[in-house]
């Protein structure tokens, strides 16, 4: 078999997957029209995986409501609606989907602190304080699903403080941590670029923040200590969908 006919093949079993992996395919592999790709990506809300998500939604506009202290905003890991809000993002729902939408108001309106970013739980109506890996998730799905809000922008402003010398964040920095982690790094990163996508304000300071932390990401080998060389975690290697 000749690499072209080998590639075609392959094009041809992932257009035989689900409807968020037929769009993909389309847009990234094929020549396929605008029209084409919208058409599949449409889908995603009403075949396949994506619409097993959306029937689990409540009425309410949440997932896992009951199962956690905080309605199923932020817990339980991993069915929560904020987690839940991420997968329907990875998978491309429709940024106009309505039900999406719903989520993210709540999202928004109950997660926001006082300093400007996004945290849920006990331990946030207690503290009032945000959660920079939270924001940087929360950031990213609002900004996916073209909320338009100003507090969007609050929440940006918030993750550029946070911002550590290294070009990472971490979110134990309020504890004391001085060097950066991998995995708040990319959930930052995550907000930001979307936040300069979908939204697009204050894109100067947006996309020098976002250079500086690719830069710590790189500097790690993306997922390596910079001390030791050492992987990290093994996990970071596993090739799997959802990330968890």
């Known amino acids: 078999m000749s690499r072209q006919a080998s590639a075609d093949s392959n094009i041809q079993w992932l257009l035989g997957g689900d409807s968020a992996i037929r769009w993909q395919v389309l847009r990234d592999l094929t020549a396929a029209s605008q029209r084409t790709v919208a058409r599949e990506r449409n889908r995603v809300a009403r075949d396949g995986w994506g619409a097993r998500f959306l029937a689990r939604q409540d009425p309410a506009g949440t997932w896992a409501a009951g199962k956690s202290p905080d309605s199923g905003l932020y817990s339980p890991k991993w069915i929560s609606t904020t987690y839940t809000m991420l997968t329907l993002r990875d998978l491309g729902l429709p940024p106009s989907n309505r039900s999406a939408r719903k989520a993210c108001t709540l999202l928004l309106d109950k997660g926001l602190q ?26 990213s799905i609002l900004s996916y699903f073209g909320y338009d809000d100003e507090r969007l922008d609050i929440a940006a402003r918030h993750l550029l403080e946070q911002q550590m010398p290294d070009g990472g964040w971490n979110c134990r920095r309020p504890q004391g941590a001085t060097h950066s982690s991998v995995h708040t790094t990319i959930s930052a990163l995550e907000g930001l670029r979307h936040y300069e996508v ?6 100067r300071a947006v996309r020098a923040a976002q250079h500086r932390g690719r830069e710590f990401l790189l500097v790690h080998r993306l997922f390596r200590s910079h001390r030791t060389g050492e992987i990290i975690k093994p996990v970071f290697l596993r090739f799997t969908f959802p990330p968890r």
């Open 114 to 139: 006082p300093d400007g970013g996004f945290n849920y739980g006990v331990w946030a109506q207690w503290s009032r304080r945000s959660e920079t890996c939270v924001t940087g998730m929360v950031l």
């Open 198 to 203: 979908h939204r697009g304000h204050e894109l």
